[in-house]
């Protein structure tokens, strides 16, 4: 069975704060991992998206470990909105294939 | 660039109704997604379109949902007749295709919103 996993929350962290969201995956073939932030009655938009060991984009940091399979998401100095829940996709099935989302991750950032 | 529109935006009906969504994807783009997305869960994939092929189907409750993409572009997405279960935000994602499906970067629209009663 195909599973992502993610711990729901809610982490309630203060501004400024750094917190990482884990995220386990259970098909070891899985080649590409995405995370998307979904804002509360909104849809998903892309984060950030990782092929192979992680990525970073300002203060967003994914980390890869295929090994343990999961991916994790760092999010450094949080603001007030960044507040949002944090959805894990992970990508199977090669060229046809899809993604499998987890139930999301909830942040609640507070001043 | 436009996104991928949906429409309507919120639909309430009765147990045992119909209703139909409808996506349009982001231009050129050839994979069209629909999600089914509960309260407090991750999007859950319908079903998934390379052009106006099906892909995968295989979470499509079929005896009650259907969808098609007859000029692989638009789609719609129909629930005949719909259960109190059904009730859910509905979302259309678009990818490029390029890639494949598993590594596409897939773009949302909006969702619909369906209440039943």
């Known amino acids: 069975r195909k599973e992502v996993e993610q711990d729901p929350g809610p982490f309630n962290v203060p501004e400024g704060a750094t917190v990482a969201f884990n995220c386990t995956y259970s098909?070891?073939?899985?080649?590409?991992f995405f995370w998307y932030r979904q804002d509360c009655r909104k849809e998903p938009k892309l984060l950030m998206s990782?092929?192979?060991s992680g990525n970073e984009d300002g203060r967003f940091t994914a980390q890869l470990n295929r090994a343990s399979q999961y991916i994790s998401l760092l999010i450094r100095d949080s603001k007030l909105s960044d507040s949002a829940t944090y959805l894990c996709?992970?990508?199977?099935?090669?060229?046809?294939?899809?993604?499998?989302f987890g139930k999301g991750t909830k942040l609640s950032v507070k001043p | 660039e436009a996104g991928v529109a949906q429409s309507p935006r919120y639909k309430i009906i009765e147990k045992r109704q119909s209703v139909a969504f409808w996506c349009n994807p982001i231009?050129?783009?050839?994979?069209l997604y629909w999600y089914q997305q509960i309260l407090g869960q991750g999007p859950k994939l319908l079903i998934q379109?390379?052009?106006?092929?099906?892909?995968?189907d295989s979470q499509l409750p079929k005896d009650r949902f259907s969808a098609e993409r007859l000029k692989g572009v638009d789609s719609t997405l129909k629930i005949q007749p719909a259960k109190l279960e059904d009730s859910a935000v509905y979302l259309c994602?678009?990818?490029?295709?390029?890639?494949?499906?598993?590594?596409?970067?897939?773009?949302f629209g909006p969702g619909t919103r369906l209440t039943v009663l």
């Open positions: 994602a678009s990818s490029l295709g390029e890639r494949g499906g598993s590594t596409d970067t897939q773009y």
């Open positions: 098909n070891s073939a899985s080649q590409s």
């Open positions: 990782v092929y192979s």
């Open positions: 996709g992970g990508g199977y099935g090669g060229s046809q294939g899809n993604l499998i």
């Open positions: 231009s050129g783009h050839a994979t």
């Open positions: 379109f390379q052009n106006n092929g099906v892909v995968d």
